[in-house]
């Protein structure tokens, strides 16, 4: 088995797909001869052709709304956006069609379509390059939202994306793009969409994140007994392991990168309120960014949830 | 330097019958008697068809409906050139593709009366479903040639849309890619002048709809939108073209809205009647009689013959139409993704 980083990992599932059904087919800004511009798509279109790495114009609703159309007929495409900021332009494709098509059609027409962007803060980068704006996309019926947190998760939940009957937004946590280096299986392997992990098995409290705020709740929950539950996939969302946990742990908090007002958080929290209060000991905190646009470089460590933060929230609800 | 000039172009207009049905002989797409009857009955239906479903939905049976009066050569004649594996993308103006089509025209009331089963296009037709939000599909064209060049199928993926979608973004993102791919797809504009309020003057300052494709490096070409030869022929060279290899086209079909805008609209709050008068006499299917009158093709008798054809059409599909049984709520849940998560499973259950 090979040590990979998450963009050999993203790369490595694409390819070893690409072989295997030649409906997938990629495209997006800069993916054929640059290998995007991170690099994840690197030698794809050496390897699998012009054909089938389609290097576009620069067009987000086009590039998406195209993809609609591959996928409906016959193809399995792979469309990526070059930062999740830019996939705004392509909202009102996925919102008004890919994710309403087979509803639409009663099931005459599909899309098997996966939307690949790197996604969140921490990378010191320019305006709209560091978006975590996960939430508007899990308000959507009929779109799977799925955020890998290391190499690992990366290719077995890419792989399930890409053989999924229906939309899939695959976002990925730049961050983490070449941060952790793990274990990832050769073979052929799926992370089943729609289920959480239980990342750290403690009893204490239940702590829930996803994408790069599992890497640091991690190294912040360290000292603590903590349950930690990397969520995976944000929609639909694995209610039974979420709530199994705070059954048994009694206690929750939350972390995400995203402002706090109508963030996902919030939805976990009502959710655990309507079906598990009885075991509840102390409030549900939420550690979020607060509820201003994620700012440049300067101010990003300000934004981004901390280490300190996660402690003393940890340290609060442990008070009950 | 000097300046130099790098390129010139020219918008081609075509139109094949006049005002009157008489025919520019050269110009005459190769369509037998039979073709020639069958487009004037779609016609005819096309219009029984849209003035029934305006009186039903004065009497509650239909919801909120977007007439095609004096869009049905726009839409028949290019429909008619299509192939069964070609790909529709509608908007929601186009019940005349899709009764030239054949799609059933029960179920084409169906969703107009509400009920989403009736955009389930019968297995042998690759119509999308209706797009009610204004251009957005046309990049899904985009997708289909796509894929009908990558799988080597013959097929042409064909968005129909009117004058206000030219405005939108994607329209201008979905031609761009088409033409960057050189795929085998049609755009057809029915360009009926209108965009509810709004006319086309104010919706572009171009002296045509027809010569944004030249600005992607495409065909473009405004032909009669109420000469139903002119639709057909433009169309066919279109579709020849795409299948040859030669690219997309766009067709720009100069038309008119000859009633509201929906039946929640009231065009008299911003057109005069006298506009509307004024196109009556440009009317697509009395044209196509007058021509076809003077080929004794048709006669009064035969003419009369078709409308009461069309009408047992009609009414035979609303019957049918109001026999199918309401959809059950659970129905809501069934088709918005193939694996539910648990709560959509426990909401179904609740519905
Ligand atoms: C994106 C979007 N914006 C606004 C509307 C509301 N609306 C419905 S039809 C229409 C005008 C469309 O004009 P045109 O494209 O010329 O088509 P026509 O109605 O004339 O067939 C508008 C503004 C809509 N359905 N979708
Ligand atoms: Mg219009």
């Keep these: ?320 | 330097m000097a300046e130099e000039t790098l390129a010139t172009f020219t918008i081609r207009r075509l139109a094949v019958l006049d005002e009157h049905g008489v025919a520019d002989e050269p110009l005459l797409p190769a369509l037998s008697e039979e073709e020639l009857l069958r487009l004037h009955e779609l016609m005819v239906l096309a219009r029984t068809f849209d003035q029934r479903a305006l009186a039903l939905q004065r009497e509650g049976r239909l919801g909120t409906y977007p007439p095609i009066t004096g869009q049905e050569a726009a839409q028949v004649g290019s429909a008619f050139a299509l192939d069964p594996t070609d790909r529709v993308f509608p908007s929601f103006r186009e019940m005349g593709v899709h009764l030239t089509l054949g799609y059933p025209v029960d179920r084409l009331y169906q969703y107009w009366a509400g009920d989403e089963r009736g955009q389930r296009a019968p297995e042998g037709l690759e119509i999308f479903p209706v797009c009610v939000s204004v251009g957005s599909h046309i990049p899904h064209a985009v997708g289909a040639a796509i894929a009908a060049r990558y799988r080597k199928e013959e097929a042409v993926a064909v968005a129909y849309f009117g004058d206000g979608a030219t405005s939108k973004g994607d329209f201008h993102e979905a031609l761009n890619l088409a033409g960057v791919f050189r795929l085998p797809a049609l755009f057809i504009c029915q360009n009926n002048q209108w965009a509810i309020s709004v006319p086309v003057k104010e919706q572009t300052a171009a002296v045509s709809l027809a010569q944004k494709a030249l600005a992607y490096g495409i065909e473009g070409v405004q032909v009669d939108g109420n000469d139903v030869l002119a639709v057909y022929r433009a169309t066919r060279e279109a579709l020849e073209r795409a299948r040859s290899g030669g690219g997309p086209t766009f067709i720009e079909c100069l038309t008119y809205r000859m009633e509201d805008h929906t039946t929640a609209d009231d065009a008299a709050r911003y057109r005069p009647p006298e506009a509307v008068e004024a196109w009556k006499r440009k009317d697509p299917i009395s044209r196509l009689e007058r021509f076809l009158t003077g080929r004794e093709l048709l006669d009064d008798g035969k003419i009369a013959d078709v409308h009461t054809q069309a009408v047992a059409t009609i009414d035979a599909a609303v019957k049918a139409m109001e026999a199918i049984p309401p959809p059950s709520p659970a129905e809501m849940f069934d088709y918005t993704c193939a694996n539910l998560g648990r709560r959509q499973v426990a909401q179904r259950q609740e519905a």
């Design chain 1, 1 to 320: 088995m090979a040590q990979l980083n998450m963009v050999q990992a993203i790369n490595l599932a694409l390819a070893q797909e690409m072989e295997r059904d030649d409906r997938v087919v990629l495209l997006g800004e800069d993916v054929g001869r640059d290998g995007g511009v991170f690099r994840v798509t690197e030698g794809l279109q050496e390897r699998f052709g012009a054909e089938r790495v389609m290097d576009t114009p620069l067009a987000e609703s086009g590039i998406v709304g195209a993809a609609i159309g591959m996928a409906a007929f016959g193809l399995r495409p792979v469309a990526e956006i070059q930062f999740l900021g830019f996939a705004y332009a392509a909202f009102d494709q996925l919102a008004t069609h890919a994710s309403r098509l087979r509803g639409r059609s009663r099931g005459r027409f599909t899309c098997p379509l996966v939307v690949r962007t790197p996604y969140g803060g921490g990378i010191r980068a320019p305006e709209l390059h560091e978006e975590s704006s996960e939430a508007f996309f899990c308000h959507l019926p009929g779109l799977k939202v799925v955020v890998p947190s290391g190499p690992y998760s990366a290719k077995g939940l890419l792989l399930a994306a890409l053989r999924d009957p229906d939309p899939v937004l695959f976002l990925e946590p730049t961050r983490l793009y070449r941060m952790i280096r793990e274990e990832v299986p050769e073979e052929d392997y799926t992370v089943p969409l729609g289920t959480a992990r239980v990342a750290r098995e403690g009893s204490g409290v239940t702590v829930i994140a996803w994408g790069s705020m599992l890497e640091r709740t991690l190294k912040a929950a360290k000292p603590y007994d903590a349950e930690i539950i990397d969520l995976l996939t944000l929609n639909p969302l694995d209610l039974e392991t979420i709530l199994s946990s705070v059954r048994k742990t009694g206690r929750l908090v939350i972390v995400h990168e995203a402002p706090l007002t109508c963030g996902l958080g919030a939805e976990i929290a009502a959710t655990v309120a309507a079906e598990a209060i009885l075991s509840l000991r102390g409030p549900v905190l939420r550690v979020a960014a607060p509820d201003v646009v994620m700012p440049l470089p300067k101010l990003e460590d300000a934004y981004l949830p901390t280490a300190e933060q996660i402690q003393a929230a940890l340290d609060e609800v442990l008070k009950y």
